[in-house]
């Protein structure tokens, strides 16, 4: 059964990062590009940050995400595969974006991947930089429990 959109509850705004280019994460450069992309977040979010992490606290999310970016083979760009522009946003947006010997702080809105339960992601093809950037919506997905 497909969940009611209208039931969906946004935790904010769309958080909208313009001529940003979206990262994906090479190996090299991870946990920088992470960093960068928590940065870049905060600055929107500013003051909201605990607001929002208390309204995602022990919530179904749904993850709504616009990737907008450059497609090219020129070198030095990375390949924007959907899958990995996704997975290091996922990472910045969990307690801890870097798990193992040291773990680095995420934005702590999700408590892990598994607190996810739909996501709607897209990657649109732009031809400016300064066109370049991701849109982000967050909701609440009411329980089952919720919806009896």
Known sequence: ????????????????L????????????????KQRLKVEIEKVIGKDLKTIQTRCENQHLLIDVSFRVIESD??????????????????VLSINMVNGQTPI????????????????????????????GINIQISVIPKTADKL
């Open 1 to 16: 059964m497909t969940p009611n959109l209208e039931s969906h509850r946004p935790v904010f705004r769309e958080i909208e």
């Open 18 to 33: 313009k001529g940003f280019p979206p990262l994906t994460s090479s190996s090299h450069k991870k946990v920088d590009r």
């Open 74 to 91: 020129e070198k030095g760009r990375s390949k924007t595969d959907l899958d990995n522009l996704l997975k290091i946003l996922l990472d």
């Open 105 to 132: 702080s995420g934005l702590g809105l999700i408590r892990n991947d598994a607190q996810i339960y739909e996501i709607r992601c897209k990657k649109i093809p732009v031809t400016q930089e300064t066109d370049e």
